[in-house]
């Protein structure tokens, strides 16, 4: 009887795509099921903090604070250029402004969280809703602006709302670095030889996708099925990349860089 190691991601096209084939058992580890365990992102954050999956997908600032009991996989970031979460509002807004501002974030442990807090370290009046309420929030006037992930970097300006900053591309101006949004990781104690045989199912399981993204289609949409096909298409080639395949020490390097921010800052 094979072993059962629960895998965590979001229903979000970018990790439907990506584990299309480990979800379906085309993919796996031998000896082992990987089990499927879909929830929003927040909400792997926070079952991260407790240990609670074998394996799962993190936002990077989760991850720094966790890092002691889960390995980051080299395979299944969300991370490059042109890819960072954005702050919207109704109406234009400037840096300096901010501070006054009530500001709903898509999660604590969020890495959009954790960019708000470098680039506007005296706004204060920060809140939560997940990721796809910060569009009500705002519309309802229970916030002044919001950072938004996922889908909604794509839509907000057909929703009626305008860019205060894309906080993407104030870091890659920074510093020259792809924007490290969230990994894959796996509990330590599972030991390393079972850890890379990991992350050599998740490293297939992309290849696979990027091979016959068609084949993706049926699993993404069913977690999709509101999200019209372009933005379905932009989402995945905006979130899946070559450093999906691979940190590469560029990847690394940023991954550093936030670390290092996030420490001066006094956000860990």
């Given at each position: 009887?094979?072993?059962?190691?629960?895998?965590?991601?979001?229903?979000?096209?970018?990790?439907?795509?990506?584990?299309?084939?480990?979800?379906?058992?085309?993919?796996?580890?031998?000896?082992?099921?990987?089990?499927?365990?879909?929830?929003?992102?927040?909400?792997?954050?926070?079952?991260?903090?407790?240990?609670?999956?074998?394996?799962?997908?993190?936002?990077?600032?989760?991850?720094?604070?966790?890092?002691?009991?889960?390995?980051?996989?080299?395979?299944?970031?969300?991370?490059?250029?042109?890819?960072?979460?954005?702050?919207?509002?109704?109406?234009?807004?400037?840096?300096?402004?901010?501070?006054?501002?009530?500001?709903?974030?898509?999660?604590?442990?969020?890495?959009?969280?954790?960019?708000?807090?470098?680039?506007?370290?005296?706004?204060?009046?920060?809140?939560?809703?997940?990721?796809?309420?910060?569009?009500?929030?705002?519309?309802?006037?229970?916030?002044?602006?919001?950072?938004?992930i996922h889908e909604s970097r794509f839509t907000f300006e057909d929703a009626g709302?305008?860019?205060?900053?894309?906080?993407?591309?104030?870091?890659?101006?920074?510093?020259?670095?792809?924007?490290?949004?969230?990994?894959?990781?796996?509990?330590?104690?599972?030991?390393?030889?079972?850890?890379?045989?990991?992350?050599?199912?998740?490293?297939?399981?992309?290849?696979?996708?990027?091979?016959?993204?068609?084949?993706?289609?049926?699993?993404?949409?069913?977690?999709?099925?509101?999200?019209?096909?372009?933005?379905?298409?932009?989402?995945?080639?905006?979130?899946?990349?070559?450093?999906?395949?691979?940190?590469?020490?560029?990847?690394?390097?940023?991954?550093?860089?936030?670390?290092?921010?996030?420490?001066?800052?006094?956000?860990?």
């Open positions: 009887m094979a072993k059962e190691l629960t895998f965590g991601y979001s229903a979000c096209p970018n990790d439907t795509y990506m584990f299309n084939a480990i979800a379906h058992g085309a993919v796996g580890v031998d000896g082992y099921r990987l089990q499927p365990a879909l929830h929003d992102i927040e909400t792997l954050n926070g079952m991260a903090m407790d240990a609670v999956l074998d394996v799962t997908k993190l936002s990077f600032y989760a991850w720094l604070k966790v890092k002691d009991r889960y390995q980051l996989l080299d395979s299944g970031a969300a991370m490059g250029f042109g890819c960072g979460p954005v702050l919207i509002a109704r109406k234009q807004l400037t840096q300096a402004e901010i501070h006054r501002c009530r500001v709903v974030l898509p999660g604590r442990w969020t890495t959009a969280h954790l960019l708000l807090r470098l680039w506007a370290p005296d706004a204060d009046q920060r809140f939560f809703a997940p990721y796809d309420r910060i569009f009500d929030a705002l519309t309802s006037g229970q916030a002044d602006c919001g950072v938004i709302f305008t860019l205060v900053v894309d906080l993407g591309a104030w870091w890659e101006e920074m510093t020259g670095l792809p924007i490290p949004l969230g990994g894959i990781a796996a509990r330590r104690s599972l030991g390393k030889a079972l850890i890379r045989q990991i992350d050599a199912a998740v490293n297939t399981s992309i290849r696979q996708a990027m091979a016959d993204p068609d084949e993706t289609l049926p699993y993404i949409r069913q977690h999709a099925q509101e999200m019209e096909d372009a933005v379905l298409q932009a989402h995945v080639r905006t979130f899946v990349n070559d450093f999906s395949l691979a940190q590469t020490d560029l990847g690394r390097r940023a991954i550093e860089k936030l670390e290092s921010m996030a420490r001066d800052a006094g956000a860990i």
